[in-house]
Structures are given as C-alpha cells and as structure tokens.
C-alpha cells in the first residue's frame, strides 16, 4: 500500500466503525410498540394466543392430578392413620460380626533380617514405622514382603495388606 492511501483508509475504517455504533446504539435503546392493550400480539410459544390467552392442551395423567388435589395429604380435616411400615421390617434381623481391625499400609522397608519395617496407620491413630512384632492398632505385624504386610489380628487370623498400586485411585 502506498503512503498516500494509508491516511484516507485509516479515515474510511473509523467514519464506518463509528456508523456501526451509531447503529447499534439506536437499535439498543429503541422501545418496542406494544398494542393498546398492552398484549404482545405474537405468540411466544405453543399454545399461547394472539389475544394473550392460553390454550392448556390435554395431559395424559391431568386426571391423576386432579384427584390428587381432591385427597390432599396435608389437608386439616384428614386424620392421621395407623402406623406406617414399609415392609420387611417382621424379618428377623441377625447381628453382624464386628468388623475386624483394618490398617492402611503406605510402605515396606526390606533392610534385612529383623530389621525391616513399614508405614501404616490404623483407623483412630497417626501414620508411623511399624517394625516386625510391634503392634499397629489391634493388629500385629508378622511378615513384611516388597509392597506387602502380614499382621496377626487379636483372633490369630492373619490379614495381609497390599499397597495400592501408583496411579489406581
């Protein structure tokens, strides 16, 4: 583009942006006519008249809604009725064993021997080092493996936690 032409187009661009805001200013701060009876005469959606009124089409359940209203539930004069039960509540209800001790291992030390330990938490208590034969909650570390503990629990039953695989929750 030559020099000459720069100035004159730069002056065409701004005359042209600022007649399309004129624009939009008269178009945004124009108020509609509405009819003398304050209705507006097209019809926003379906059912809905020139004249404002509005068309209520045939539901399938309308019926099932009337008679709901008829027996409302929270009406004074109802009366309160007998017990409510939902059920299943004559069962016989068999107690559940306590469940058993459960820790959360965060991981194994294989120093060697006697030595090796882990990081584990029982449910009330704080992480820490649990070596091999001490006590981590209610359970008793017994064996420790690469990502792997043994505990004894207060029954002699023993419970072996894993450590959970990187990336797995």
Known sequence: MRKG?????????????????????????????LSPTGVVTD???PGARADGAFERPEV???RRLVLAEERNPFHPERRRGGAFSLGG????RVPQPPPRAVAS??????????????L????????RIVRLGEPCGALVLVAVERGRATFRD?????????MPKVGSN
């Open 60 to 62: 399938p359940g309308e």
């Open 154 to 162: 207060p029954e002699g039953d023993d419970v072996v936690l894993e």
């Open 5 to 33: 032409l720069r100035v004159p187009a730069a002056v065409f661009g701004a005359v042209a942006a600022s007649g399309l805001l004129a624009a939009s200013a008269v178009r945004a701060a124009r108020i509609d006519a």
């Open 89 to 92: 509540e004559d069962e016989i």
């Open 43 to 45: 019809a926003p959606f």
């Open 120 to 127: 584990c938490q029982s449910e009330p208590d704080p992480w």
């Open 105 to 118: 291992l965060s991981g194994t030390a294989l120093v060697g021997g006697a030595r090796d330990f882990i």
